[in-house]
């Protein structure tokens, strides 16, 4: 037997031969996700390395943001390299990218390795670790026993023929499967490789990057979403306007947007009467604009317009992620212009109907975000800091007497105005803005906006901008990503498809079906192809189709339809009314 002397845990005894991952599931089982390391009289131990002596016992914590993973990775992504060049399978290094996520190492080299060659040289370079090899990091090698190689890719140089070889690796199995499992979770939940199975969108190179082309099925989801924001809006007092994709350059120098974002703005368009035209960024100068078309009265506001606003913002190229980030947009974007008085009602509409449109679609938020001007940046916050502090705490004060748990973010702020963000962590662990309220006492002033209150004397209105999802692109990512694709019946591109067992004998009755289904507005279509029954309903499974039918004899002789939900086991025969009635239910 031996006595460990464990720090912070007392003394236990153990067997000789413990290792310390034993030792750690005896007195810390707690912890076994941050515990990656043990150090006994001074000397480190690995997780499986077994213990047989008595002593001064201590575990190394992972308390530094995956510091342990990036070590891991680290050992594993160097010696993976130098085992590759060691045996001729590898020339010169071009770069190793480590995180907690895994490993990249990219070469040169005159041979392209397969991927059925990569379980053959996990297992090697496992074999090198354990010798404790000599590569240039803080951990040694032979504390990284588990590792996996998940994929590899050629590269294309200038002048070389290059591979890349993506893994991950970790000091214990159940290290290793956890963090597998989570990236595995992860790009099951990647909207881009979602988006392409379902044929939602695609961006081509040739029509531009950052320009998201909507196809078919991507366009009735779009749809979809639309229409029901549009009737929202339409039940919270909102007038719906259509403004144009340009404007002069003027309004933007007058709303300020030319000045603070200029380098996210396309360049100007000249034409030939020497007119300064860009395309809008944002369309609060154009709503603006609007409310001047006619003198107003304290008793026409608060004004609430919408729109369905195309813009365009210039992101570097490094910076477009599939549907997250683009250059091309639309959005549901809003703006209320009102009276002091009537602030609190407006901001609480404005949250609820907000609220309202998320709990819909089912969107898990991350956190609240206050965002706060700051003070020492006089290049982006203009004004009296009284301004500031007085509608930053209109804003807060909502936020408090609602009892709504909020960060606060100093600097994130509108160079017009502090707003309330609610932000959402993607599943590549971006944390973006989905929907947004923002409080301006700014661009009144500027564009010299006026109502008469009740005396007869002209007041400047307040505005609030209001993004009611953000835009349509970035909440769609979101959507999917949450989902997994798995869209409830009123969204889903594909409601019902129609698989008749054989096309010369049940097709008709199909169609007829069919027939009864687009005449009621549900999205159904006929999968009369050649393949057999089993690959068709493989196939739509997978297209995440909600509703598979399956049409037969028996359905013919009883007038019924037998139909599966997507993710089902089980099927159901119902008649054509219950099945009709069913649907619309649902999708009402």
Same mark, same amino acid.
């Given at each position: 037997?031996?006595?460990?002397?464990?720090?912070?845990?007392?003394?236990?005894?153990?067997?000789?031969?413990?290792?310390?991952?034993?030792?750690?599931?005896?007195?810390?089982?707690?912890?076994?996700?941050?515990?990656?390391?043990?150090?006994?009289?001074?000397?480190?131990?690995?997780?499986?390395?077994?213990?047989?002596?008595?002593?001064?016992?201590?575990?190394?914590?992972?308390?530094? /943001?995956?510091?342990?993973?990036?070590?891991?990775?680290?050992?594993?992504?160097?010696?993976?390299?130098?085992?590759?060049?060691?045996?001729?399978?590898?020339?010169?290094?071009?770069?190793?990218?480590?995180?907690?996520?895994?490993?990249?190492?990219?070469?040169?080299?005159?041979?392209?390795?397969?991927?059925?060659?990569?379980?053959?040289?996990?297992?090697?370079?496992?074999?090198?670790?354990?010798?404790?090899?000599?590569?240039?990091?803080?951990?040694?090698?032979?504390?990284?026993?588990?590792?996996?190689?998940?994929?590899?890719?050629?590269? *294309? *140089? %200038?002048?070389?023929?290059?591979?890349?070889?993506?893994?991950?690796?970790?000091?214990?199995?159940?290290?290793?499967?956890?963090?597998? =499992?989570?990236?595995?979770?992860?790009?099951?939940?990647?909207?881009?490789?979602?988006?392409?199975?379902?044929?939602?969108?695609?961006?081509?190179?040739?029509?531009?990057?950052?320009?998201?082309?909507?196809?078919?099925?991507?366009?009735? !989801?779009?749809?979809?979403?639309?229409?029901?924001?549009?009737?929202?809006?339409?039940?919270?007092?909102?007038?719906?306007? =259509?403004?144009?994709?340009?404007?002069?350059?003027?309004?933007?120098? *007058?709303?300020?947007?030319? +000045?603070?974002?200029?380098?996210?703005?396309?360049?100007?368009?000249?034409?030939?009467?020497?007119?300064?035209?860009?395309?809008?960024?944002?369309?609060?100068?154009?709503?603006?604009?609007?409310?001047?078309? /006619?003198?107003?009265?304290?008793?026409?506001?608060?004004?609430?317009?919408?729109?369905?606003?195309?813009?365009?913002?210039?992101?570097?190229?490094?910076?477009?992620?599939?549907?997250?980030?683009?250059?091309?947009?639309?959005?549901?974007?809003?703006?209320?212009?009102?009276?002091?008085?009537? !602030?609190?009602?407006?901001?609480?509409?404005?949250?609820?109907?907000?609220?309202?449109?998320?709990?819909?679609?089912?969107?898990?938020?991350?956190?609240?975000?206050?965002?706060?001007?700051?003070?020492?940046?006089?290049?982006?916050?203009?004004?009296?800091?009284?301004?500031?502090?007085?509608?930053?705490?209109?804003?807060?004060?909502?936020?408090?007497?609602?009892?709504?748990?909020?960060?606060?973010?100093?600097?994130?702020?509108?160079? +017009?105005?502090?707003?309330?963000?609610?932000?959402?962590?993607?599943?590549?662990?971006?944390?973006? %803005?989905?929907?947004?309220?923002?409080?301006?006492?700014?661009?009144?002033?500027?564009?010299?906006?006026? +109502?008469?209150?009740?005396?007869?004397?002209?007041?400047?209105?307040?505005?609030?901008?209001?993004?009611?999802?953000?835009?349509?692109?970035?909440?769609?990512?979101?959507?999917?990503?949450?989902?997994?694709?798995?869209?409830?019946?009123? !969204?889903?591109?594909?409601?019902?498809?129609?698989?008749?067992?054989?096309?010369?004998?049940?097709?008709?009755?199909? *169609?007829?079906?069919?027939?009864?289904?687009?005449?009621?507005?549900?999205?159904?279509?006929?999968?009369?192809?050649?393949?057999?029954? /089993?690959?068709?309903?493989?196939?739509?499974?997978?297209?995440?189709?909600?509703?598979?039918?399956?049409?037969?004899?028996?359905?013919?002789?009883?007038?019924?339809?037998?139909?599966?939900?997507?993710?089902?086991?089980?099927?159901?025969?119902?008649?054509?009314?219950?099945?009709?009635? !069913?649907?619309?239910?649902?999708?009402?």
């Amino acid at each position: 037997m031996i006595n460990l002397n464990i720090k912070n845990y007392g003394t236990h005894e153990f067997n000789k031969g413990i290792t310390t991952k034993e030792v750690m599931l005896a007195v810390a089982p707690e912890l076994k996700k941050t515990i990656f390391l043990g150090k006994l009289n001074g000397e480190w131990v690995g997780m499986d390395e077994q213990i047989n002596e008595s002593g001064d016992f201590k575990f190394r914590f992972d308390t530094n /943001s995956g510091c342990s993973w990036n070590s891991a990775n680290d050992v594993a992504a160097k010696s993976l390299f130098q085992y590759l060049k060691d045996n001729g399978m590898a020339d010169e290094l071009i770069e190793i990218e480590v995180s907690e996520d895994g490993f990249d190492v990219s070469f040169t080299s005159e041979k392209n390795i397969s991927a059925n060659q990569l379980d053959l040289i996990n297992g090697k370079v496992l074999k090198l670790m354990s010798k404790s090899a000599t590569v240039d990091s803080p951990l040694e090698t032979r504390w990284v026993k588990f590792m996996k190689l998940r994929s590899v890719s050629g590269l *294309t *140089t %200038t002048d070389k023929n290059a591979n890349k070889i993506s893994g991950l690796a970790a000091m214990s199995k159940e290290a290793l499967e956890t963090n597998l =499992e989570k990236i595995e979770d992860r790009e099951s939940r990647d909207h881009r490789r979602i988006g392409k199975k379902l044929e939602l969108f695609t961006i081509d190179q040739t029509i531009g990057k950052g320009l998201p082309v909507w196809l078919p099925n991507g366009v009735i !989801l779009k749809r979809q979403i639309k229409e029901f924001l549009q009737k929202l809006e339409f039940k919270f007092g909102y007038q719906e306007l =259509e403004t144009p994709i340009i404007g002069s350059s003027e309004l933007y120098k *007058t709303s300020g947007h030319y +000045y603070h974002y200029k380098d996210s703005m396309y360049p100007e368009m000249i034409n030939k009467e020497n007119e300064h035209m860009m395309l809008r960024p944002m369309s609060c100068p154009h709503h603006c604009m609007v409310y001047k078309t /006619s003198p107003k009265s304290y008793r026409d506001l608060p004004v609430r317009y919408s729109e369905q606003v195309k813009q365009f913002r210039y992101e570097s190229s490094g910076a477009l992620i599939g549907l997250e980030r683009v250059r091309a947009m639309e959005l549901t974007d809003s703006h209320i212009f009102l009276t002091e008085d009537q !602030l609190e009602k407006e901001i609480s509409s404005a949250f609820e109907i907000i609220k309202i449109a998320l709990k819909k679609f089912d969107i898990e938020i991350s956190y609240i975000e206050l965002a706060l001007f700051d003070p020492a940046d006089k290049e982006k916050y203009h004004g009296d800091i009284k301004f500031w502090e007085t509608s930053q705490d209109i804003l807060r004060n909502f936020l408090d007497t609602n009892n709504i748990e909020y960060k606060s973010m100093i600097g994130e702020a509108a160079f +017009y105005g502090p707003k309330i963000d609610v932000q959402i962590k993607t599943a590549l662990g971006h944390t973006i %803005t989905v929907s947004t309220i923002q409080l301006d006492f700014l661009l009144p002033e500027k564009f010299d906006l006026l +109502y008469k209150d009740s005396n007869g004397e002209q007041r400047r209105p307040i505005m609030i901008h209001k993004g009611l999802i953000g835009t349509y692109e970035r909440f769609i990512s979101v959507l999917l990503e949450q989902t997994k694709g798995n869209l409830p019946m009123w !969204l889903s591109p594909k409601q019902v498809v129609i698989l008749p067992v054989s096309n010369e004998h049940h097709l008709e009755y199909a *169609t007829s079906i069919n027939e009864v289904l687009l005449e009621n507005n549900i999205r159904s279509s006929i999968d009369s192809s050649d393949e057999r029954l /089993s690959f068709k309903i493989r196939k739509h499974q997978t297209a995440k189709t909600s509703i598979e039918v399956i049409i037969g004899d028996k359905e013919i002789e009883s007038k019924t339809v037998t139909f599966r939900r997507h993710g089902a086991e089980d099927s159901s025969t119902v008649t054509m009314e219950e099945f009709t009635n !069913l649907i619309l239910e649902e999708i009402k």
